[in-house]
Antibody, heavy 116, light 106 residues
C-alpha cells in the first residue's frame, strides 16, 4: 500500500526553525520526484517545493526561497523540508506528495504554527 | 507565474444532479492540468490528470475536458461523498499553481 506519513510539525516562534519529514512506503521512493504543498487555515493549496528523484534538481515557491530547503535520503525512503527564518504567514498544514501525472499520492499532513 | 482561476467559488447542488466546474489558466498550459478534491479534515486526492485521465480508483462519474486555457470538471450525478472542495492545478511550468477552489455544497 502506497503511503506517505509526515511528521515534525510543531508550534514555533517567528524566526525559528523546524525540520519536517515525510516517510514513504509501498513504492520505490528513489524512482519518484516529490513535492511539499501547504495549506494555511481556511485557505487553498500552495505548492512549496519540488525535488527530483535523485535530488539533483530542486525548485521553490518565491514565498519560501532562501528560507526553506528540500532534501531526501533515498536510503531511508524519507523526504525532508528544512524551514528556517519562519514567519507567521508560514502557519499551515504541510503535505508531502508523490509525483505522478500531477500529485498522485498525498500524506495526511503535519501542522506548523508560527506564533509568539 | 500562471494564474489559475476557478469558477464558481461555490456550487449549491443536490444529490443526483450534474455539476460543472470551470478552471481557466492565464497562459496556455496544453493538457498539463490536474483536478483534486478535498473533504474536510482530509488531504487532497487526485481525481484527474492530463486534463481528462481519471486517476486510479476514481469513479466514471468524474470526467475532465479542455486544453490550452479552458478546462472543465464534470460530475455526472452527484453522490453524497462528492460534496467537497475541488482544486485545479497546472503543472506546465514553474512555479506550480493551484486555483482557489470550488466548494460543492448541498
Amino acid at each position: 500500500q502506497v503511503q506517505l506519513v509526515e511528521s515534525g510539525g510543531a508550534v514555533v516562534q517567528p524566526g525559528g526553525s523546524l525540520r519536517l519529514s515525510c516517510a514513504a512506503s509501498g513504492f520505490t521512493f528513489s524512482n519518484y520526484a516529490m513535492f511539499w504543498v501547504r495549506q494555511a487555515p481556511g485557505k487553498g493549496l500552495e505548492w512549496v517545493a519540488f525535488i527530483r528523484y535523485n535530488g539533483t534538481t530542486k525548485y521553490y515557491a518565491d514565498s519560501v526561497k532562501g528560507r526553506f530547503t528540500v532534501s531526501r535520503d533515498n536510503s531511508k525512503n524519507t523526504l525532508y523540508l528544512q524551514m528556517n527564518s519562519l514567519r507567521v504567514e508560514d502557519t499551515a498544514m504541510y503535505y508531502c506528495a508523490k509525483r505522478g501525472e500531477g500529485m498522485d499520492v498525498w500524506g495526511r499532513g503535519t501542522t506548523v504554527a508560527v506564533s509568539s | 507565474e500562471i494564474v489559475m482561476t476557478q469558477s464558481p467559488a461555490t456550487l449549491s447542488m443536490s444529490p443526483g444532479e450534474r455539476a460543472t466546474l470551470s478552471c481557466r489558466a492565464s497562459q496556455r498550459i496544453a493538457s498539463n492540468l490536474a483536478w483534486y478534491h478535498q473533504k474536510p479534515g482530509q488531504a487532497p486526492r487526485l481525481l484527474i490528470s492530463g486534463a481528462s485521465t481519471r486517476a486510479t480508483g476514481i469513479p466514471a462519474r468524474f470526467s475532465g475536458s479542455g486544453s490550452g486555457t479552458e478546462f472543465t470538471l464534470t460530475i455526472s450525478s452527484l453522490q453524497s461523498e462528492d460534496f467537497a472542495v475541488y482544486y485545479c492545478q497546472q503543472y506546465n511550468s514553474w512555479p506550480l499553481t493551484f486555483g482557489g477552489g470550488t466548494r460543492v455544497e448541498i
